[in-house]
């Protein structure tokens, strides 16, 4: 039985979620087909039992697995012959650094930047709750929210400064090859390319390549979302 991940999807199928992008990037590095089926917003609660709050969420032979960190480690345990998600326990723990920093810093750095486009990009059935979650978030209207990010993003780009200084040393955070690490950071670059066309990278920006190196992966599979590159 192929393993099935909820998926976020907006309109057009755009597959937006830097969350759920991170465990298809985990499915593919372990080779295991998976169906990445479409879920707005508003169906996350009919998945299953109607405990989960947040995709992504994958069935796999009977067990259903909630969060991408869970996911990726029920993927390194229970798949053990696919090419490793971590490199080691050493690996992992290192991992969890960069988890945290994606979710305490790049996400926080991006969502502002492109919390409209986001909006714009749902399904009308989901619009309403997202503006209304979402400003209580922010406690201001996402169109100002994002208004003035021509002037602000510069101060985004300088905070990519470790991740630009190690994607200039070596391909991958991984090293030669991709691991875990690079489908957390890389999650929250594919959430703006999909959503938005708001040029996030000057174009010489050695994060951009790896952006790239990592659209490449696996038969491309971050590029089968409508996308604005
Ligand atoms: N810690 C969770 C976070 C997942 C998460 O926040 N997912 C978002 C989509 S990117 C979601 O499902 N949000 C539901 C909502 O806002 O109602 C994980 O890593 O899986």
New binding site residues.
Partial sequence: MAVVMYD?VGKDDRR?????W??RMALAHKGIAAEARPTR?GE?KAIGDGVC?????IEDGGRRI??????AEHLEATYPDGPSLFGGPGGRALTRFV?HWT?QTLHPGVAPLIIHDIYEHLQPEDRD??RE?REKMFKRPLAEVQAGREERVDGFRKSLGPLRATVKEQPFLGGEHPLYADYIAFGAFQ?VRVVSPFPLLEADDPVRSWVDRCLDLHGGIARTTPAYD
């Fill in positions: 976020l937006f979620s830097p969350n759920c991170r465990s917003f996350i709050r947040t995709i992504p969420v909630v969060d991408s960190w869970a996911i988890l979710t709750y997202f979650s959430w």
